[in-house]
């Protein structure tokens, strides 16, 4: 799997020791971080190049993962989303991890530094390698609905629930989560 990686200062040290494990795992790593250590870098760049890299390789249909690791993750979450198809999260349990993976197909990791250690930034990103998208009527409407409104700013399938009333497909109430 491709692995797209950033890192602000706050994350620069965890993302070096995570790059070199996710290599030894037989990960493609590309790093979009800073080549040194800069206490000075906006993670704002890191998090738009991470997760555009993310958005054109899901568009040539590879299967890649991309991780950002800052100090506690909001910002990075915050301006990774701001790319059109990303689905960022912060996450600091596998069980979180598992359920942005099959809920909403979450596509780029943001890894709080100053709240997780290596082994437990290892244990997240393995969950976010190893679960698949559930690809379940729900989950799939909400990820449409949500792209819809990132490129139109409205949401025309309101009640796309009418269309699979009777289909026999796996359906919750819209307003169930």
């Known amino acids: 799997m491709r692995i797209h990686l ?3 200062h706050k994350g620069f040290a965890l993302a070096r020791q995570l790059e070199g494990w996710l290599a030894s795992e037989g990960h493609e790593v590309v790093n979009h971080g800073a080549a ?5 870098d906006d993670h704002t760049v890191f ?12 568009d040539n249909a590879l299967e890649t993962r991309g991780i950002l690791v800052g100090g506690d993750g909001s ?14 999260f912060s996450a600091l349990t596998t069980a979180q ?4 993976r099959t809920n909403a197909n979450a596509n780029v990791l943001v890894i709080p530094a100053d709240f997780v250690d290596l082994a437990t930034a290892k244990q997240l990103v393995a969950s976010l390698v190893a679960t698949p ?8 409407r909400r990820i449409i609905q949500t792209n819809e409104y990132e490129n139109s700013k409205t ?16 359906y919750a109430n819209p307003g169930s989560h």
């Open 36 to 40: 040194e250590l800069d206490n000075g």
């Open 133 to 140: 998208f559930s690809y379940t009527i729900d989950a799939a």
């Open 155 to 170: 949401i025309e399938g309101w009640n796309v629930a009418d269309e699979f009333q009777d289909s026999g497909l796996r």
């Open 47 to 58: 998090d738009i190049l991470v997760s555009h890299a993310v958005i054109v390789d899901e």
């Open 97 to 100: 991890v598992e359920a942005a």
């Open 6 to 8: 950033g890192a602000d």
């Open 75 to 88: 910002g990075e979450v915050i301006s990774a989303n701001k790319v059109n198809g990303a689905r960022a």
